[in-house]
């Protein structure tokens, strides 16, 4: 999926009186008897809680995740204290507060009380809420049933071949979680390792068990984690937020996930229980390149440990066309491959606006076959970056399960480190002023990932 920011407001008649440098220029517009949903946002934000965090060692992955997510949530009380407060005392109940980005989020907030808030010195700046519209991947027609052969993806980056290595490997012990539409969980490629409980949040409707209303989850999930020859790591277990509905993401849903694959809850969402927090998490989703919105929580997840994955984005051939958060420094962005390794022209280009080479790497995501969501048995063909995006979850899980000690720069390594570079297809068009025979580049990235080098690297590496 790849999306595109919108802003919506409701505008009446006679607007916010002497306008504050903190307040957005959209809901400066904002006028009397409008209302908008916002963001509001905090001084130092987390950077200076992660900052602090990054010079600590832990014992295990639990105090790391424990630790971290206490740290945010005593900065965001601080922080908050005072605005809470007065939400409190204006009988504003329908607002939310998030310790992952220390941001506060008020449904239907209006003229005054925006005004109001952004008066708070702690107050850093009142944003709009963003909501994403999808475009969707594409969907190919077909009546082909592969039988549970292994799919062409899975051959290509050799990921079969791990699983026969000595000792086996398929992604056993480690957690694959997924920001997206939800997931089918009762699909025979997906049933059996579903983590169950603290697997599961719907921040729009509070469902009690997984589902997917668009079968885009499904579909990706299938790809890094299902059975039945469809999944790169079929021994790895799956756990799912729907940040996303049928047509789009609101950003207060988005962040709602974030939290929840850092500090996992109850479908309710109470009993936090961090131990319960994924390894890898796998975000087939992305906004307009340059945007932020995300990155508080990438840069949390990647405190606590957790490796972010991000599809590249599908506004290709156009360079500088790199998605956000994908286009994050640290992040791992995948760029879209098809079967003769050839790049696929809507796989997004970089360079981010950032300016990093983006996609970090490339794997198979044309017509890769993989679970639907519309039957417990049904199979179908879906491309885009979304669907290259869980081909790299998948060896990062492969890379964990391996050592599980591993940090997100070494699992960045390892990926690097098998890419296949002399087979691919190119065409010297160049972006960046990089063409795209020269590595890395912004259209393949690296290379396009090889799972056997990938792990048989760090097999000899831990031998050592």
């Known amino acids: ?88 005392h204006q ?28 008066s708070f010195s702690e107050v850093s700046e009142i944003t709009p809420e963003e ?10 027609p077909t009546n082909t049933d592969l039988g549970y052969e292994v799919t062409w ?9 791990v699983w026969g290595m000595v000792g086996g490997n398929r992604g056993e012990r480690i957690i694959v979680g997924g920001i997206d539409s939800g997931v089918r969980h009762t699909h025979e490629a997906l049933a059996q390792n579903y983590v169950g409980e603290y697997g599961w949040y719907d921040p729009y409707q509070y469902s009690e068990i997984p589902s997917d209303i668009s079968g885009h989850g499904t579909h990706t999930m299938g790809t890094a984690v299902g059975g039945k020859g469809i999944g790169v790591a079929p021994g790895a277990k799956w756990m799912a937020c729907r940040g996303c509905d049928e047509n789009s993401c609101s950003m207060s849903h988005l962040i709602s996930c974030g939290e929840f694959m850092l500090c996992p809850t109850l479908v309710d969402g109470s009993h936090r229980d961090c131990s319960k927090a994924p390894h890898i998490v796998n975000n087939a989703w992305g906004g307009p390149p340059g945007e932020k919105i995300f990155h508080r929580v990438v840069d ?12 590249n984005g599908n506004s290709g051939p156009n360079c500088y066309s790199a998605s956000s958060p994908g286009d994050h420094p640290l992040v791992i962005a995948v760029g879209n491959t098809d079967v003769d390794d050839s790049l696929y022209i809507g796989s997004s280009r970089g360079p ?48 964990l399960s391996h050592n599980g000690n591993l940090t997100l720069s070494e699992v960045k390594d390892y990926l690097l480190y098998g890419n296949e ?28 990932i090889n799972a056997l080098k990938s792990v048989t690297k760090l097999v000899e590496d831990t031998s050592l």
């Open 1 to 88: 999926m790849y999306l595109k920011l919108v802003v919506t407001l409701c505008l009446i008649t006679g607007g916010i009186s002497a306008p504050s440098a903190k307040v957005s220029s959209s809901l400066q517009a904002i006028r009397k008897g409008g209302k908008a949903n916002i963001f509001i946002s905090f001084k130092d934000g987390t950077s200076t809680v992660l900052k602090n965090l990054g010079n600590r060692s832990y014992a295990t992955r639990e105090d790391q995740l424990n630790d971290v997510s206490y740290n945010l949530r005593i900065n965001a009380n601080l922080s908050q204290a005072n605005v809470i407060s007065y939400l409190h």
């Open 153 to 161: 993806g899975i051959k290509k980056i050799q990921a079969d071949e």
């Open 300 to 311: 949390s997840w990647i405190a606590a440990g957790i490796v972010p994955i991000f599809s």
């Open 91 to 118: 009988n504003i109940e329908d607002f939310k507060s998030y310790w992952i980005t220390n941001q506060i989020f008020v449904k239907e907030a209006d003229a005054d009380h925006i005004k109001a808030l952004a």
């Open 421 to 448: 570079q002399s087979g691919l297809k190119k065409t010297k068009n160049e972006c960046g002023d990089v063409p795209d025979n020269i590595f890395p580049n912004n259209h393949f990235g690296n290379g396009r």
């Open 352 to 399: 981010a606006k950032f300016g990093e080479i983006k996609p970090d790497l490339s794997a198979p995501g044309t017509d890769i076959y993989s679970a639907k969501h519309t039957d417990d048995t049904a199979y179908g063909l879906q491309t885009g970056t979304s669907m290259a995006c869980p081909h790299v979850s998948g060896v990062a899980a492969l890379l």
């Open 131 to 140: 909501i994403i519209q999808l475009k969707p991947s594409k969907v190919t």
